[in-house]
């Protein structure tokens, strides 16, 4: 079995404040992975001027995020691009689990994931875990020959629906959005909106405003989790991951920056705070 690479710094987030975080690690000499979209920060990226980044004067978004892409190409920082649902301690390292079933292990984490500014379904954090899941491809196996709902809020979900036929005797697929999704004949699709989730001991069913729809297991796909399901223990305060100065958690070795740690949501403060973040794991890193 091949050995796991333990990482200096993992990052969530490829938006300025994760980008930011990387570039100071890796100049401070620090191995340190790099987990989001490659194509960067789709905010970012749909801004049309952006007139106070120092040095970059009525640049556009476009072109900050290419700029973005060479500085990491030329110290060698390679984005890899997949979806953290989980993270949590082991040891004195941190595990972070993904939707690709994979296992990345660092000595510490930066949270760089954005805002998140969606709210749970009623019934959705009382039955995580026990009937709810928010990775299709990691709990598949719990789910085989048996039914499930699928929430998904891009297109870039569908895979894993289609993944999810090859194993369930139903999959009912829920968009929430509005391209008409390219689906097999093995998978209903069902037009309507999300409620809450009814059961027991576990969830059992999905009310929905014009219907409601009873499975084994229901899946809800975000592009992003809320903060305090991403890191469990966590202290929030609202959307927000709770942070001093020094961009620390109330977790050890777990720091956050940029727009998920609060107003004002700059680009500038979001890759000041990326640098603070960084500097303080280095920090942290020394101590160790």
Same mark, same amino acid.
């Given at each position: 079995?091949?050995?796991?690479?333990?990482?200096?710094?993992?990052?969530?987030?490829?938006?300025?404040?994760?980008?930011?975080?990387?570039?100071?690690?890796?100049?401070?000499?620090?191995?340190?992975?790099?987990?989001?979209?490659?194509?960067?920060?789709?905010?970012?990226?749909?801004?049309?001027?952006?007139?106070n980044y120092p040095g970059l004067p009525l640049v556009t978004g476009e072109d900050l995020q290419k700029n973005f892409l060479r500085h990491l190409e030329s110290l060698g920082i390679e984005i890899v691009e997949d979806h953290i649902t989980g993270c949590y301690p082991k040891g004195k390292q941190i595990s972070l689990l993904s939707k690709s079933n994979k296992e990345y292990l660092?000595?510490?984490?930066?949270?760089?994931?954005?805002?998140?500014?969606?709210?749970?379904?009623?019934?959705?954090?009382?039955?995580?875990?026990?009937?709810?899941?928010?990775?299709?491809?990691?709990?598949?196996?719990?789910?085989?020959?048996?039914?499930?709902?699928?929430?998904?809020?891009?297109?870039?979900?569908?895979?894993?629906?289609?993944?999810?036929?090859?194993?369930?005797?139903?999959?009912?697929?829920?968009?929430?959005?509005?391209?008409?999704?390219?689906?097999?004949?093995?998978?209903?699709?069902?037009?309507?909106?999300?409620?809450?989730?009814?059961?027991?001991?576990?969830?059992?069913?999905?009310? @929905?405003?014009?219907?409601? +729809?009873? /499975?084994? #297991?229901?899946?809800?796909?975000?592009?992003?989790?809320?903060? $305090?399901? !991403?890191?469990?223990?966590?202290?929030?305060?609202?959307?927000?991951?709770?942070?001093?100065?020094?961009?620390?958690?109330?977790?050890?070795?777990?720091?956050?920056?940029?727009?998920?740690?609060? @107003?004002?949501?700059?680009? +500038?403060? /979001?890759? #000041?705070?990326?640098?603070?973040?960084?500097?303080?794991?280095? $920090?942290? !890193?020394?101590?160790?």
């Amino acid at each position: 079995m091949e050995e796991k690479i333990l990482y200096d710094a993992a990052i969530i987030g490829t938006g300025p404040a994760g980008i930011s975080a990387a570039i100071t690690l890796k100049i401070r000499n620090k191995n340190v992975i790099l987990i989001g979209s490659r194509n960067l920060s789709s905010k970012v990226e749909k801004a049309h001027l952006i007139q106070n980044y120092p040095g970059l004067p009525l640049v556009t978004g476009e072109d900050l995020q290419k700029n973005f892409l060479r500085h990491l190409e030329s110290l060698g920082i390679e984005i890899v691009e997949d979806h953290i649902t989980g993270c949590y301690p082991k040891g004195k390292q941190i595990s972070l689990l993904s939707k690709s079933n994979k296992e990345y292990l660092a000595k510490t984490l930066i949270v760089a994931t954005g805002v998140n500014f969606g709210k749970p379904y009623e019934g959705e954090e009382e039955f995580l875990g026990r009937g709810v899941s928010y990775c299709a491809t990691c709990d598949a196996p719990l789910y085989k020959e048996k039914s499930c709902v699928i929430i998904g809020q891009t297109a870039a979900e569908e895979k894993e629906a289609e993944y999810m036929a090859e194993i369930c005797s139903k999959v009912t697929y829920i968009p929430l959005y509005d391209e008409v999704p390219s689906l097999s004949e093995k998978i209903e699709v069902l037009r309507d909106v999300p409620v809450r989730f009814e059961g027991d001991m576990k969830a059992r069913r999905l009310v @929905l405003k014009n219907s409601e +729809i009873e /499975a084994d #297991g229901f899946f809800i796909l975000r592009e992003s989790i809320s903060p $305090k399901q !991403l890191v469990p223990g966590l202290k929030i305060e609202g959307n927000h991951i709770l942070v001093n100065r020094n961009m620390e958690t109330n977790l050890s070795g777990v720091f956050a920056c940029g727009d998920v740690t609060g @107003l004002p949501y700059q680009y +500038i403060k /979001a890759a #000041g705070e990326g640098n603070v973040a960084a500097l303080s794991a280095v $920090k942290y !890193l020394q101590l160790q």
